[in-house]
């Protein structure tokens, strides 16, 4: 397979809110524009792009997944993306690649909350959109009142570029406002359009839009729109030549629409796509710090991997994007991050499970390799070393945290390199050992997310895990003060043991850093010097289990008074045992109290649902800090305990109709509520010894 010059490349993100029909429009795109001979359906879990297990089980996308095929002799590289929030990163990496979007949008609901955050993305990005308005065809749909919401929300140079004919059930065509012509479709599939005359019915609202259309495209052209208010006829090659310029320089955004489960539309989408999205050639060089990158062939090969795929037999495969010079099969590159070189093997082609091969990619294609050893997603290849990285994308941070308990004994080391293997497909994943409770913590931006992770452990690497909340790192100190007498002493027929010490225990210093500040006052030797590290170490280690819950102890102050040794039982091993029985005593008298992790947290919600999300966090024992307006979201700010965040993610999604989202960072820890305390130290399941 030849590679393609960069101006006859098109690489497209289907992007859009969940449910809008991405994945059923990526399968009849494939099939119109004959990459696949058969037709798959969401329902029955046999498109191309939901390959997966988990994603066929669940009916949503969850990966990115690319497709190549060639329409009108230009290639296309469509990568569907997930619409799922907790998927977004895969979005956001296929939106980093593409010069272009396609955003899918549902013809009843309209634009929602996922359409206008990964607006905001691609807007940021410089990716030039285009709009495919999806399911005509369902009651209550109305492609007239979805274009003024996205007017609303996008501005006014959101422009239809076709209307349909009918509406609901009884959708038939489509009138193209380019050439003023109007096509039916009969619903058997590609190749199901005949042009017909428009409608008489709509010849006013034809008019009336082609001229909307006009206006856009002459505002964008000096020279069409002094011709155009002249009324000099622009010709076709014109007006898309224009729309091409305003896509790629965010100054037009078209309207399309149609049906994708009944081909209605979708071979005029992939004109739109060749005709109105710009190439990779025409997008431009790639400035990256100190190297700027040229489409040209013949240049130093740099390629940025946006995506690695953790398959348990083929290693992991990597989705690159070539942005200069070509990248050929059996070559060795160089992996920038690493300082390592790479054996570049068989060049692959992905489709859904399929995996065609290329000799070569060249500057704007898409492709994928395997069994790179050094190379992840966030990786460049050159064939040089070079200080080269991409801006990075703010991710957003995980927030539904749970403990992964495997479910064989000895598993653990198995299942950890394959969360490792897992982390590195979907970067929003965070995974730690909690240092105080021991726990396996994985976190995600949801309970499906984390849910999706077990299931590819099971599916992809055959290790079966249970996920539990995890367990709040309380911490315990004192409140009072205390003396404590810690005496150890065992005579067993020879050399016997003999520690003894006497020590203050009361609360640290308010701006004190250590856990314990332990300071000695034993004076004449009454402990010899040797030992004095003993007694430190026996008050520490009682420090790592407090009286109330067994949890770690912070902010206290040992004082070393008084003690005694023996000139033959004396020990380290004596003395580290009485100061630990000394600490134990004296915590038990220095009024314990329990402590808590305080989180500063910060909802992104709807101004309608302020009210009800402070309330909600009053009711966890918040208080609120205050809200700030963030674009058309307003960012409440609150301090709550994280004992009463651990389930909050799915609360916030019901509050405010899954439009709300959420970040959180330790702030301090503070005192229990006695009324709560006893119950908690009842409850509580303290960490192991």
């Known amino acids: 397979m030849s590679h393609a010059a960069a101006d006859g490349i098109r690489n497209v993100a289907l992007v859009g809110h969940r449910g809008s029909g991405k994945?059923?429009?990526?399968?009849?795109?494939?099939?119109?524009?004959?990459?696949?001979?058969?037709?798959?359906?969401?329902?029955?879990?046999?498109?191309?792009?939901?390959?997966?297990?988990?994603?066929?089980?669940?009916?949503?996308?969850?990966?990115?997944?690319?497709?190549?095929?060639?329409?009108?002799?230009?290639?296309?590289?469509?990568?569907?993306?997930?619409?799922?929030?907790?998927?977004?990163?895969?979005?956001?990496?296929?939106?980093?690649?593409?010069?272009?979007?396609?955003?899918?949008?549902?013809?009843?609901?309209?634009?929602?909350?996922?359409?206008?955050?990964?607006?905001?993305?691609?807007?940021?990005?410089?990716?030039?959109?285009?709009?495919?308005?999806?399911?005509?065809?369902?009651?209550?749909?109305?492609?007239?009142?979805?274009?003024?919401?996205?007017?609303?929300?996008?501005?006014?140079?959101?422009?239809?570029?076709?209307?349909?004919?009918?509406?609901?059930?009884?959708?038939?065509?489509?009138?193209?406002?380019?050439?003023?012509?109007?096509?039916?479709?009969?619903?058997?599939?590609?190749?199901?359009?005949?042009?017909?005359?428009?409608?008489?019915?709509?010849?006013?609202?034809?008019?009336?839009?082609?001229?909307?259309l006009m206006d856009e495209v002459a505002e964008h052209s000096e020279t069409l729109m002094e011709r155009y208010l002249e009324g000099e006829d622009i010709s076709h090659d014109e007006i898309v030549a224009a729309l091409e310029e305003g896509t790629d320089a965010g100054a037009i955004f078209p309207v399309t629409c149609g049906v994708a489960t009944a081909h209605l539309g979708t071979d005029r989408l992939l004109e739109a796509i060749v005709d109105d999205l710009p190439s990779p050639a025409q997008h431009g060089p790639l400035d990256v710090g100190e190297t700027v990158l040229e489409p040209d062939p013949d240049a130093e090969a740099f390629a940025y991997v946006f995506k690695t795929r953790a398959d348990p037999f083929a290693g992991r495969i990597n989705l690159f994007r070539v942005y200069q010079g070509t990248v050929r099969h059996d070559s060795q590159m160089l992996n920038t991050r690493a300082h390592a070189k790479e054996r570049v093997g068989q060049l692959l082609v992905p489709q859904g499970t399929r995996l065609g091969q290329a000799e070569a990619f060249g500057p704007g294609d898409i492709g994928a390799v395997a069994k790179l050893k050094e190379t992840r997603a966030g990786d460049w290849l050159a064939d040089r070393d070079a200080p080269i990285s991409m801006p990075a994308i703010a991710l957003p941070a995980p927030v539904m945290a749970f403990h992964v308990e495997p479910h064989a004994r000895g598993d653990e080391d198995k299942v950890f390199t394959a969360l490792r293997r897992l982390q590195e497909e979907d970067p929003t994943i965070d995974l730690h050992r909690d240092p105080q409770t021991g726990e396996q913590i994985v976190a995600g931006l949801s309970q499906v997310h984390v849910e999706v992770v077990v299931?590819?452990?099971?599916?992809?690497?055959?290790?079966?895990?249970?996920?539990?909340?995890?367990?709040?790192?309380?911490?315990?100190?004192?409140?009072?003060?205390?003396?404590?007498?810690?005496?150890?002493?065992?005579?067993?027929?020879?050399?016997?043991?003999?520690?003894?010490?006497?020590?203050?225990?009361?609360?640290?210093?308010?701006?004190?850093?250590?856990?314990?500040?332990?300071?000695?006052?034993?004076?004449?030797?009454?402990?010899?010097?040797?030992?004095?590290?003993?007694?430190?170490?026996?008050?520490?280690?009682?420090?790592?289990?407090?009286?109330?819950?067994?949890?770690?102890?912070?902010?206290?102050?040992?004082?070393?008074?008084?003690?005694?040794?023996?000139?033959?039982?004396?020990?380290?091993?004596?003395?580290?045992?009485?100061?630990?029985?000394?600490?134990?005593?004296?915590?038990?008298?220095?009024?314990?109290?329990?402590?808590?992790?305080?989180?500063?947290?910060?909802?992104?919600?709807?101004?309608?649902?302020?009210?009800?999300?402070?309330?909600?966090?009053?009711?966890?024992?918040?208080?609120?800090?205050?809200?700030?307006?963030?674009?058309?979201?307003?960012?409440?700010?609150?301090?709550?305990?994280?004992?009463?965040?651990?389930?909050?993610?799915p609360d916030l999604r019901s509050i405010t109709g899954g439009q709300g989202e959420f970040t959180m960072q330790f702030a301090r820890y503070e005192e229990v509520p006695p009324h709560l305390a006893a119950r908690l130290v009842q409850e509580l399941d303290p960490a192991p010894a």
């Open 23 to 212: 994945t059923s429009l990526h399968e009849a795109l494939l099939f119109e524009a004959g990459a696949i001979s058969r037709l798959g359906t969401v329902i029955d879990g046999t498109t191309v792009s939901d390959a997966d297990p988990d994603e066929r089980a669940r009916g949503m996308s969850i990966s990115a997944a690319l497709a190549s095929f060639d329409w009108r002799g230009v290639k296309v590289n469509l990568i569907d993306t997930p619409g799922e929030p907790s998927f977004v990163a895969d979005a956001l990496g296929a939106l980093r690649v593409c010069e272009s979007a396609v955003f899918v949008v549902n013809g009843v609901l309209g634009v929602e909350v996922g359409t206008q955050r990964l607006w905001t993305r691609a807007e940021e990005l410089g990716v030039a959109r285009l709009v495919y308005v999806n399911m005509l065809d369902r009651e209550r749909a109305d492609f007239f009142r979805v274009l003024g919401q996205l007017k609303t929300a996008f501005g006014p140079h959101v422009v239809a570029t076709e209307i349909p004919i009918g509406a609901e059930h009884e959708i038939s065509g489509l009138v193209d406002l380019v050439d003023m012509q109007a096509f039916a479709y009969d619903g058997t599939g590609k190749d199901n359009r005949r042009e017909i005359p428009i409608p008489d019915d709509l010849v006013a609202l034809a008019t009336e839009y082609r001229e909307k």
């Open 455 to 649: 299931d590819r452990l099971r599916s992809r690497f055959g290790v079966e895990v249970d996920l539990k909340l995890p367990r709040v790192p309380y911490q315990e100190t004192i409140r009072g003060t205390a003396k404590a007498h810690g005496r150890h002493k065992k005579q067993s027929g020879g050399r016997g043991q003999f520690g003894d010490c006497h020590i203050e225990l009361e609360p640290a210093a308010a701006d004190a850093t250590d856990a314990c500040e332990f300071i000695n006052r034993i004076k004449g030797g009454a402990i010899p010097t040797s030992f004095i590290p003993a007694v430190e170490k026996g008050v520490r280690e009682a420090m790592e289990r407090g009286v109330l819950g067994g949890f770690p102890v912070k902010g206290v102050r040992v004082t070393l008074v008084d003690g005694s040794a023996h000139s033959v039982d004396s020990s380290e091993m004596a003395f580290k045992m009485a100061g630990s029985l000394a600490m134990r005593e004296a915590l038990a008298n220095a009024e314990p109290v329990l402590l808590e992790p305080i989180m500063t947290v910060t909802a992104s919600v709807p101004e309608a649902s302020v009210g009800d999300v402070m309330g909600d966090l009053s009711s966890r024992r918040g208080r609120p800090l205050g809200t700030e307006v963030v674009g058309t979201m307003t960012e409440v700010t609150a301090e709550v305990p994280m004992a009463e965040m651990l389930a909050y993610a």
